[in-house]
T-cell receptor
Framework: AQSVTQLGSHVSVSEGALVLLRCNYSSSVPPYLFWYVQYPNQGLQLLLKYTSAATLVKGINGFEAEFKKSETSFHLTKPSAHMSDAAEYFCAVSEAVEYGNKLVFGAGTILRVKS | GAVVSQHPSRVICKSGTSVKIECRSLDFQATTMFWYRQFPKQSLMLMATSNEGSKATYEQGVEKDKFLINHASLTLSTLTVTSAHPEDSSFYIC?????????????FGPGTRLLVL
């Protein structure tokens, strides 16, 4: 069975500050890992994904995440927060297949960016 | 613009009635569609997976007779909550997977908020 834990249901940062959203996973098979962002009244949008290639994954909007097997983590970072980054972020895991597969989601982290 | 749409975006119904939620892939053919449910302050939980023209595969604990899923075409899947009760109130999200622009891809709909009184 697979599971995802996102530490911190709410994270608040100042504009221009580092964004760090934490995600730890559990999987009995090599995982595929994803970060999604959800803006109000919109569908989940894929930020980035890890599919067993490079451990440091770069995504859209300046976000990146590093897969650390020893720590079973896939934390999301952005060097400098922008007001438009305020949204809810979901970490998810699936088995092996990139698309057309079930995703197990974390509970989500709401990111607030202060001016 | 939106790639996957859901209708309605929100619905309020009386206990005992049935509610149908539509999920459409707008510019690609979705060979697989997923239905998720999200309770307040909780994760999205997968309810079922459907492939076009086949019966849906339900996750453990999800009643297939209560949550009827139809995926009759490559652009439309429907979820019908039959004899809805207040505990069925939730946020229902679909996801469509298929080839778009020559690449395999997966998109989520904006969700449907169901409130059963």
């Amino acid at each position: 069975a697979q599971s995802v834990t996102q530490l911190g249901s709410h994270v608040s940062v100042s504009e221009g500050a580092l964004v760090l959203l934490r995600c730890n996973y559990s999987s009995s098979v090599p995982p595929y890992l994803f970060w999604y962002v959800q803006y109000p009244n919109q569908g989940l949008q894929l930020l980035l994904k890890y599919t067993s290639a490079a451990t440091l994954v770069k995504g859209i909007n300046g976000f990146e995440a590093e897969f650390k097997k020893s720590e079973t983590s896939f934390h999301l970072t952005k060097p400098s927060a922008h007001m438009s980054d305020a949204a809810e972020y979901f970490c998810a895991v699936s088995e092996a297949v990139e698309y057309g597969n079930k995703l197990v989601f974390g509970a989500g982290t709401i990111l607030r960016v202060k001016s | 613009g939106a790639v996957v749409s859901q209708h309605p975006s929100r619905v309020i119904c009386k206990s005992g009635t049935s509610v149908k939620i539509e999920c459409r892939s707008l510019d690609f053919q979705a060979t697989t569609m997923f239905w998720y449910r999200q309770f307040p302050k909780q994760s999205l939980m997968l309810m079922a997976t459907s492939n076009e023209g086949s019966k849906a595969t339900y996750e453990q604990g999800v009643e297939k007779d209560k949550f009827l899923i139809n995926h009759a075409s490559l652009t439309l899947s429907t979820l019908t909550v039959t004899s809805a009760h207040p505990e069925d109130s939730s946020f229902y999200i679909c996801s469509a997977s298929g080839q778009r622009g020559g690449q395999e891809t997966q998109y989520f709909g904006p969700g449907t908020r169901l409130l059963v009184l």
